[in-house]
T-cell receptor, first 117, second 116 residues
Framework: AQSVTQLGSHVSVSEGALVLLRCNYSSSVPPYLFWYVQYPNQGLQLLLKYTTGATLVKGINGFEAEFKKSETSFHLTKPSAHMSDAAEYFCAVSEGVRGGGADGLTFGKGTHLIIQP | GAGVSQSPSNKVTEKGKDVELRCDPISGHTALYWYRQSLGQGLEFLIYFQGNSAPDKSGLPSDRFSAERTGGSVSTLTIQRTQQEDSAVYLC??????????????FGPGTRLTVL
């Protein structure tokens, strides 16, 4: 069965500082990995995803993530935080039918990113 | 183009009543998903539809929950005899094909259900 662990329910950084949100996963097959962002009272928006190929994935709003199989990690980074980045961030994994299940995503508990002025 | 839409945006009901939540997926998307987001459980997968095929109900929390998808498009999630623990935001998502698990799922704004 697949699972996701996000370290830190809350992360606070100063505006202009590096953002690092941690995600570790467990999967019985090579995983598909996703990062979604949720702004207050809004739905989830895809930031980026890893399926196959290049392990460094670039997404929207300057975010990127690196798939590290040996560490079972998919950490999200952004070089310089902006006030508009304040939101809830969710890491998710999908095995799909390859893993014997449906295509529903398994999400981590989320990390609330706080940007200090 | 239009995204995933859900209605109502908010629903307040009394314990024991039935509720219906509606989802309109992105036009042309064959796969449709329902999730539940609550403070205690986070984001949980509930059910998945692929076109007109019978849904995968593996994530439904109890037999009070059911869902249907008419004509491979609009979906309705029904909760019978609502309980207070059903209070949550119910999110719908759709994707172009759904097969394989790598498709991007596009989420609607959700329906906030409050059971009094």
């Amino acid at each position: 069965a697949q699972s996701v662990t996000q370290l830190g329910s809350h992360v606070s950084v100063s505006e202009g500082a590096l953002v690092l949100l941690r995600c570790n996963y467990s999967s019985s097959v090579p995983p598909y990995l996703f990062w979604y962002v949720q702004y207050p009272n809004q739905g989830l928006q895809l930031l980026l995803k890893y399926t196959t190929g290049a392990t460094l994935v670039k997404g929207i709003n300057g975010f990127e993530a690196e798939f590290k199989k040996s560490e079972t990690s998919f950490h999200l980074t952004k070089p310089s935080a902006h006030m508009s980045d304040a939101a809830e961030y969710f890491c998710a994994v999908s095995e799909g039918v390859r893993g014997g299940g449906a295509d529903g995503l398994t999400f981590g508990k989320g990390t609330h990113l706080i940007i200090q002025p | 183009g239009a995204g995933v839409s859900q209605s109502p945006s908010n629903k307040v009901t009394e314990k024991g009543k039935d509720v219906e939540l509606r989802c309109d997926p992105i036009s042309g998307h064959t796969a449709l998903y329902w999730y539940r987001q609550s403070l205690g459980q986070g984001l949980e997968f509930l059910i998945y539809f692929q076109g007109n095929s019978a849904p995968d109900k593996s994530g439904l929390p109890s037999d009070r929950f059911s869902a249907e998808r008419t004509g491979g498009s609009v979906s309705t999630l029904t909760i019978q005899r609502t309980q207070q623990e059903d209070s949550a935001v119910y999110l719908c998502a759709s994707s172009f094909s759904g097969t394989g698990g790598s498709d991007t799922q596009y989420f609607g704004p959700g329906t906030r259900l409050t059971v009094l």
